[in-house]
């Protein structure tokens, strides 16, 4: 990771970052008519290829690949990852809706049209320079209860009490500038 976060993504996720005992979200599922809100509103079809980035039991990565997408779901806890594939065995997706045990702040964005997430306001924050870095021009980012500091939404909709936000990246000289640190400079 490099950019405006970097001291402070160092100093706030300590030894255990990146493990089960020092998850950078709490575990809670997007309820599932959201899910195809979310996927709706960012046009998730058979050409895209997401990444949910922190994807518990794996609902978001099964619901794009019965859309056709090639669909890749992210987690640092394998009980969860063991989920998420019985969950894509049982709908007969395993071919199109893949997982992988890890942490979040390590997998490649490359290749990514859509990047959807659920986390916290720290973890979108750390997260939102490589987003808007590492996707191509026209990549989608939606997120699920929280925005990105810094980086204003395209769109924003409240579903059920529920807030969803979409980016759509820019081409490179419409980025914004890095968001400066929210909550002062760690020594
Ligand atoms: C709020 S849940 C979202 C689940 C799913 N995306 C959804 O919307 O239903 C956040 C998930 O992120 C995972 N998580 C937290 N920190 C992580 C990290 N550093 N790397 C990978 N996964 C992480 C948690 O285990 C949890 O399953």
Do not use: K
């Not at 997120?143 to 924003?156: K, N």
């Amino acid at each position: 990771m490099t950019g405006p976060g970097d001291r402070l993504h160092r100093a706030t996720r300590g030894p255990m970052a990146g493990t089960v005992d020092q998850l950078d979200a709490p575990f809670w599922s997007t309820p599932r008519e959201l899910v195809e809100h979310m996927l709706d509103l960012a046009g998730v079809g058979a050409t895209d290829r997401l990444i949910d980035l922190g994807c518990g039991d794996g609902r978001i990565v099964i619901a794009a690949a019965r859309r056709g997408a090639e669909s890749l779901g992210i987690d640092v806890d394998p009980c969860r990852i063991a989920e998420a594939e019985a969950g894509a065995r049982a709908a007969g997706l395993e071919n199109r809706a893949h997982f992988r045990t890890e942490d979040l702040f390590e997998t490649s964005l490359d290749g990514a049209s859509v990047v959807t997430l659920y986390l916290v306001p720290l973890t979108n924050w750390l997260l939102g320079y490589r987003l808007q870095r590492e996707l191509v021009p026209g990549s989608r980012v939606v997120s699920h209860a929280f925005p990105i500091v810094g980086w204003p939404a395209d769109e924003e909709h409240v579903v059920e009490g529920r807030h969803v936000y979409l980016w759509r990246v820019p081409a490179e000289a419409d980025r914004p500038a890095p968001a400066p640190i929210p909550f002062g400079t760690p020594a």
